[in-house]
């Protein structure tokens, strides 16, 4: 391990740069997705309910892992217990997999921020069409991913408090602006009204098992649990910094984006395209719905580069949380330097990326599981990977470990740790039938057995 680890400067750089990673596509594009298909209101209503338990004790557990150990993720489990080392291997290799495919997805938000500047919005208004010419381009798709790639690298290189908290402590706040700004402008249109009643007034007929099946993968996904984010953020805490407000305002912070996406998207949609409009996921939402719809809008052009802009904010936050994991365990683990460290990574994330941005286009006949390859790396780590390393960190804590160390750790400068008790019973009994409940829906879900 390097004798002098990097930190943030203090509490604030620390909740943003850890709230710029929860932050991500998933608030913008899935959670909207998930809520029109759940009933709005009911499926906020689950999700707020599974983010002050579930969510709030697996995220409580990874910061006090890293701050406790000041190691990123295969160093803390190891120091926790040796039997489990085995563990941080697994939790590194999901960065490792989500961030080249994410960062071709950044790559495509780059190329319409491009698109609404050079005032070629009502091109891209003929969503599919626009899209599909895109992709069947094999350069135009490689050369935007890898400007991204290129972007999250310099921030990474700059370090923790120079790159990462600083980038994060001027994204954030500007994030936060624009989204509510999109969504106070897009309730003023006529229509709109309608879908935000029907986003925000809970239809109990529409509940049911699946619908907590899915706020409880989409809370998981969204707060960059199981990935060895946020232990690597948590080795980089001070110790002054209270972990208990921490976790509070992050919590509140990913959250808060995640409603205002919906807030944004939802009453759009649902005035320009009725409802088959929030049939739409993915990246079909994004990079054709969404264009199609701001091409009916007044002032369209303006909101779709806005929208982009802060597209663009979102994943690039989150794509220097997960070149920073895997940079900083590269680190602890060899005697590179940080700018070879993220040379290594960049090539190693230019080889698998490769694919996942071709496979939209000529290696789209390339179909792993039934899959495009961006799919497919996504179903992997997200669906498979990540709750069977939330599954066994609840493990290890609950029954080896156990909870006393981590609430120690919370509660190490005196502050009183007011959900202790919750915490105790969801890390040793319920937060691991949930992860099986995750791990076992997911699967089916990206298998196409269970409809979403």
């Known amino acids: 391990m390097n004798e002098k680890r990097s930190s943030f400067s203090g509490s604030i750089g620390f909740v943003l740069a850890a ?143 120079k790159g990462v908290e600083k980038v994060s402590k001027v994204m954030m706040p500007v994030l936060v602006v624009l989204i509510v700004g999109i969504s106070v402008y897009v309730l003023t249109i006529p229509g709109t009204m309608e879908g935000l009643k029907y986003y925000l007034l809970p239809d109990f007929s529409k509940f049911s098992i699946t619908t907590v099946c899915a706020a409880m993968s989409q809370l998981f996904y969204s707060m960059s649990l199981a990935m060895g984010i946020m232990v690597t953020y948590g080795s980089y805490t001070r110790k002054d910094v209270s972990l208990v407000n921490a976790v509070n305002q992050i919590e509140i912070f990913d959250t808060g984006v995640a409603l205002l996406a919906g807030l944004m998207i939802i009453p759009a949609l649902f005035a320009f395209q009725g409802e088959e409009g929030l049939t739409s996921a993915g990246v079909g939402l994004m990079f054709q719905t969404l264009p199609a719809v701001f091409g009916q809008m007044p002032g369209g052009s303006v909101v779709g580069l806005v929208f982009f802009v802060l597209v663009f904010f979102a994943a690039l936050t989150s794509s220097i949380s997960l070149m920073e994991t895997i940079v900083s365990m590269l680190m602890d683990r060899t005697k590179l330097g940080r700018k070879m460290s993220c040379l290594v990574v960049f090539i190693v994330c230019i080889v698998l990326g490769v694919p996942s941005s071709l ?28 709750p069977i390393v939330a599954l066994i960190t609840c493990i290890l804590v609950g029954w080896f470990v156990g909870t006393k160390a981590i609430c120690d750790e919370v509660s190490r400068n005196g502050e009183h740790f007011g959900r202790k008790a919750l915490y105790e019973v969801m890390v040793k009994y319920l937060a691991p039938v949930c992860l099986v409940v995750i791990l076992v829906f997911s699967v089916l879900q990206g298998m196409g057995i269970i409809k979403v």
């Open 359 to 386: 496979g939209f286009g000529v290696w789209g006949h390339i179909l792993p599981l039934g899959m495009d390859f961006l799919t497919f790396f996504d179903f992997i780590s997200n669906s498979v990977v990540m």
């Open 19 to 161: 709230a710029g990673s929860a932050v991500g596509l998933g608030n913008l594009w899935r959670f909207p997705y998930l809520a029109a298909q759940y009933g709005g209101g009911i499926f906020i209503l689950v999700y707020i309910i599974l983010a002050l338990t579930f969510g709030f004790a697996l995220m409580t557990t990874e910061i006090a892992i890293g701050r406790k150990t000041g190691l990123s993720c295969i160093g803390a489990y190891k120091a926790l217990n040796k039997r489990f080392s085995f563990l941080g291997y697994i939790a590194w290799s999901v960065p490792i997999i989500i961030l080249p495919y994410y960062s071709v997805i950044g790559g495509w938000v780059c190329k319409y921020i491009a698109v609404y500047l050079t005032g070629q919005g009502a091109a891209a208004a003929d969503g599919g069409a626009f899209f599909g010419a895109f992709m069947s381009s094999t350069a135009a798709p490689l050369g935007w991913f890898l400007l991204f790639l290129a972007l999250t690298a310099v921030v990474v290189i700059a370090g923790v408090e």
